[in-house]
Nanobody, 124 residues
Framework: QVQLVESGGGLVQAGGSLRLSCAAS????????MGWFRQAPGKEREFVAA????????LYVESVKGRFTISRDNAKNTVNLQMNSLKPEETAVYYC?????????????????WGQGTQVTVSS
């Protein structure tokens, strides 16, 4: 069992930056691929980024490449999402997720564990 708690959301102006963190409890954190998703009101949950258990492989949705960076610290059981040059359309609840495997997957149904989410609001 893995429990996930996100933090770091808030209000930021367009072009600004935020750093989201996700703290995981439970064993074998390094054996889980971690992902970040987001969901805006009235829209489906969208994949943002994923990182392998060792942190050596990452995957991003095309729209955030070059602006967002996913990282993890297995000693601290944390995964982070550094978000730069934020846009108003990226306003959403951001979720941390974990899956028991080593594949960089992008569909929500492929993840086993979810956090409660943290709100990110980007003002224009």
């Amino acid at each position: 069992q893995v429990q996930l708690v996100e933090s770091g959301g808030g209000l930021v102006q367009a072009g600004g930056s935020l750093r989201l963190s996700c703290a995981a409890s439970g064993r074998s954190f390094s054996m889980h691929t971690m992902g970040w998703f987001r969901q805006a009101p009235g829209k489906e949950r969208e994949f943002v980024a994923a990182i392998s258990g060792t942190g050596t492989r990452t995957l991003y949705v095309e729209s955030v490449k070059g602006r967002f960076t996913i990282s993890r610290d297995n000693a601290k059981n944390t995964v982070n999402l550094q978000m730069n040059s934020l846009k108003p359309e990226e306003t959403a609840v951001y979720y941390c997720a974990a899956q028991t495997g080593d594949h960089l997957l992008s569909r929500p149904s492929e993840y086993n564990y979810w956090g409660q989410g943290t709100q990110v609001t980007v003002s224009s």
